[in-house]
C-alpha cells in the first residue's frame, strides 16, 4: 500500500461487522466509544473466520452455522449451543494487527480468533489524535472489555478466553490480567516489554526526571533519537515480508510524549513489585538483544528494542505459574520472523497449549 493510498478506517455501526483490509475472512467493528479533549475516540476490534475456500475448524463451521440460523436468538439467550474458544490479540507501540497466518493458527487449533486495535493505535487512529497517547495503563480497561463484551454478542457463549499480547501490550495484558483474575485461561507473551532498557536504575532515574513534566504537559514530546531499524525488519518494503500501513505502522515510531512514557514506566513498577497472575504464563524472548540507531543486518535476526535478559528475569515476577522459551533469531516480534524462526515460536506456544489448553 503507497503512502498517498493510505486512509485512516471509517467508524461502524453498534453491532456492525465491515471487511478489513486483511482480506477474505477479515473483518472489524468500532468498540468503547468515548470523547475526550481531542475529540471523539473508539477502539476496534477485528475477527478473523474462514473464507470461502478455506478449509475451517469444525467449530467454527457449527457456529456460523448456527449464527447464520439464528443470530437474533443467540443474541438473546447466549446460554444455549456449545462454549467456544477464544483468543484476543493485543499489539505492541507504533503497532496493531496486520499479521493473518497468526489468525489461522489459533483458528486451526480450534478457536475463534480476535485482535483488538486499542484506541489511537491501528484501526483506531483518528488523523485529530496524538498516536498512542495515555496517561495510565489502566485507561485500556475499557477497550479490553468492551472487546470481550463484543466477543459475547459474537459467539454467544464463550469457554476459554486465551489473551496473545506483544511488546507494550504484553505489560498491558499482563497487568489488566492481575487485576481481572479468573477471567483468562492462559496469557501467552511475545517479546514482553516488562522493564525498561538497562533495568530498574534507568527506570527510577527517568520516572523521577518525566513524571512532574508529564504532570503539567502529559503531551510533551521527549525528543529521542528517530530511529527506523524495526520498520525495515518487518516492511516488504524494506528488509521484512510484511504489508503494514503506512499510517498506522509508520517508518518512524510515534512521537513519545511524556503522558505516555511514564504510564509505561509506572507499570514496569508495578510489574517489579510482583503480579500474582493466576492463569498459565508463557514468555517468549528472542534469545540476544542488538540494540542500534542504523539498520544492520543483524537485527534481523535479534531483539531490537527489549534487553531479554531482563525481561526474562522480570517474568518471574508475573505469577507463580510462568514458562520462559528462547526462540533462537527471533526478532522483537517473534511472529514476524524468518519463517524458520516463527514456526519454532509456534511450537512452543503449541507445546503450552497441549498442556495447559488441551483439545476438547
Not at 469444525?58 to 462454549?83: I, K
Request: hydrophobic residues 40%.
Amino acid at each position: 500500500m503507497r503512502s498517498d493510498e493510505a486512509r485512516y478506517a471509517i467508524d461502524t455501526e453498534p453491532g456492525q461487522w465491515l471487511d478489513d483490509e486483511l482480506g477474505p475472512g477479515f473483518s472489524y467493528t468500532s468498540i468503547s466509544p468515548g470523547r475526550d479533549e481531542e475529540g471523539p475516540f473508539c477502539a476496534t476490534l477485528v475477527r478473523y473466520l474462514p473464507a470461502v475456500g478455506e478449509k475451517p475448524h469444525w467449530r467454527d463451521a457449527m457456529l456460523n452455522v448456527r449464527q447464520g440460523l439464528d443470530r437474533a436468538r443467540a443474541r438473546g439467550n447466549h446460554g444455549t449451543g456449545a462454549p467456544v474458544d477464544v483468543v484476543l490479540g493485543l499489539h505492541g507501540w507504533t503497532d496493531y494487527f496486520y499479521n493473518p497466518e497468526l489468525a489461522r493458527y489459533w483458528s486451526d487449533r480450534g478457536y475463534r480468533f480476535y485482535a483488538l486495535d486499542l484506541r489511537r493505535y491501528g484501526r483506531s487512529l483518528r488523523a485529530w489524535q496524538t498516536p498512542g497517547f495515555i496517561t495510565d495503563l489502566r485507561e485500556y480497561d475499557a477497550d479490553i472489555e468492551a472487546a470481550l463484551e463484543a466477543i459475547r454478542e459474537d459467539v454467544g457463549q464463550v469457554g476459554r478466553i486465551v489473551v496473545v499480547a506483544h511488546s507494550t501490550g504484553g505489560l498491558t495484558g499482563s497487568l489488566w490480567a492481575n487485576r481481572n483474575p479468573g477471567i483468562l485461561s492462559a496469557l501467552v507473551l511475545n517479546s514482553p516489554w516488562l522493564e525498561m532498557q538497562g533495568s530498574w536504575l534507568v527506570r527510577n532515574a527517568a520516572a523521577g526526571l518525566l513524571e512532574p513534566l508529564a504532570r503539567v504537559r502529559p503531551k510533551a514530546r521527549i525528543k529521542l533519537p528517530e530511529v527506523d531499524h524495526y520498520w525495515q525488519s518487518l516492511s516488504n518494503r524494506a528488509h521484512g515480508e510484511w504489508e503494514v500501513h503506512p499510517l498506522w505502522r509508520p517508518r518512524n515510531a510515534f512521537p513519545v510524549t511524556a503522558g505516555w512514557i511514564s504510564a509505561v514506566l509506572a507499570g514496569h513498577a508495578e510489574v517489579a513489585r510482583g503480579l500474582d497472575i493466576r492463569c498459565p504464563v508463557l514468555v517468549m524472548t528472542s534469545s540476544k538483544t542488538h540494540l542500534g540507531t542504523v539498520f544492520e543486518p543483524e537485527m534481523l535476526v535479534t531483539d531490537t528494542v527489549i534487553e531479554v535478559e531482563t525481561v526474562r528475569q522480570r517474568a518471574l515476577k508475573l505469577g507463580n505459574e510462568v514458562s520462559i522459551v528462547r526462540i533462537e533469531s527471533g526478532m522483537h516480534d517473534l511472529f514476524t520472523s524468518a519463517a524458520p524462526t516463527r514456526r519454532k515460536a509456534y511450537d512452543a506456544v503449541s507445546r503450552f497449549s497441549d498442556g495447559y489448553l488441551p483439545p476438547r
